[in-house]
């Protein structure tokens, strides 16, 4: 199992969804940085399970214990490593069904990979849960950009068939972002906002559940940053996007949608203003050959439908090697995509500083 990640910030996730605790450590970061652990508590609780109707009932505090690299409120320059300690942990739940392969999770291919040896509660290391130490990682990533007023935020782009506007792919401002991240659900236009929340309720009342889409904009982010091929931008978001449990696409730009354009609509134009090359439009998201050109980076993720659902589904019980059905009983999201945002964004921060500290 590879649990490692990054070139010049190197992480390393432990833990399982039902284990003692959760954590990361994360080598290289450099010595003197003043850390806002209040700014990361925040950032935290964006994540965290059972703060409404909208969410698992499982309620944790998401609470973090630094336990090195970090002393009298700066980095030390050594390893820093947090713990977060799991509380409100039903393992019961998940006893009963260990041999029913749950459709849609990684019950079935972790059992194979790991030859039955896996940690079968609530995932194990294939959980969500282990989302939290990487908005732990995000925070302070966000906190460091925010020196080199480099700002991330996002907004709730569609849930299920609901969409919201898009982002101004060209003229965004950093507060509009700021904005977002106060609220519960954030999107652009809070009539669709409201109907968002009302496909939630519907499907969680019916057993089942909703995916989305996610868009991101990271602003002020500078030319040649990047390179071809293997170490692109893309390549290295995605790579680190597609880690978050549930994601199952992402695009950058127009995405798809370039695909039915022509090339005089897709070129985006340059020209000069401030003694800045600029573009008038942004079709590819601040992207050309895998580096910067200094336009907002802009990317969506899709989250698909949380696959623990109450309705009966068909499986398999892989003990007595025969097919059943299963109900699955216990706490789960409805939809996952809000409580994904602030993930996304960690993740997108991390890489992006990974980028800046090999220049």
Not at 53 to 72: H, V, W
Not at 131 to 151: C, E, M, R, S, Y
Not at 326 to 346: F, M, N, Q, T
């Amino acid at each position: 199992m590879s649990s490692v990640w990054g070139h010049n910030i190197k992480l390393s996730l432990f833990g399982e969804s039902h284990g003692k605790a959760i954590g990361i450590v994360i080598d290289g970061l450099p010595a003197g940085i003043k850390l806002d652990l209040e700014y990361i508590s925040n950032e935290m609780k964006r994540r965290a399970p059972g703060k409404n109707k909208l969410a698992t009932a499982r309620k944790e505090k998401d609470e973090f214990e630094i336990i090195s690299g970090y002393f009298n409120e700066y980095t030390t320059g050594t390893p820093l490593c947090t713990l977060i300690y799991n509380t409100n942990q039903r393992s019961r739940d998940y006893e009963a069904t260990k041999h029913l392969m749950r459709p849609g999770h990684a019950d079935y291919t972790g059992h194979i990979r790991y030859s039955g040896f896996e940690d079968f509660r609530g995932g194990g290391h294939f959980s969500g849960r282990l989302t939290a130490p990487l908005v732990f990682a995000g925070a302070i990533a966000k906190q460091i950009l925010k020196q080199k007023n480099i700002f991330i935020g996002s907004h709730i782009k569609s849930i299920g068939n609901v969409c919201d506007n898009h982002f101004d792919p060209v003229n965004l401002e950093i507060n509009t972002l700021e904005k977002l991240m106060k609220k519960e659900i954030p999107v652009i236009d809070e009539a669709k906002g409201k109907q968002m929340q009302e496909v939630i309720i519907r499907a969680k009342e019916e057993g089942d559940s909703v995916g989305g889409i996610i868009e991101t904009v990271i602003l002020n982010v500078e030319q040649g940053i990047g390179s071809p091929f293997f170490c692109s931008i893309e390549s290295e978001i995605s790579r680190m996007l597609f880690s978050i449990p549930g994601v199952k696409g992402v695009e950058f730009g127009d995405g798809f949608d370039i695909s039915r354009m022509k090339g005089s609509e897709a070129n985006d134009e340059y020209f000069i203003e401030n003694e800045k090359v600029k573009t008038y439009t942004n079709h590819n998201g601040g992207i050309l050959g895998g580096i910067t050109n200094g336009m907002p980076i802009l990317f969506k993720t899709a989250i698909k439908p949380t696959p623990s659902i109450s309705k009966l589904q068909r499986t398999v019980n892989i003990k007595e090697n025969k097919n059943t059905q299963l109900e699955i009983d216990g706490r789960h999201d409805p939809c996952i995509v809000p409580r994904a945002v602030p993930v996304v964004e960690s993740a997108a921060a991390i890489v992006i500083l990974d980028f800046l500290m090999g220049r």
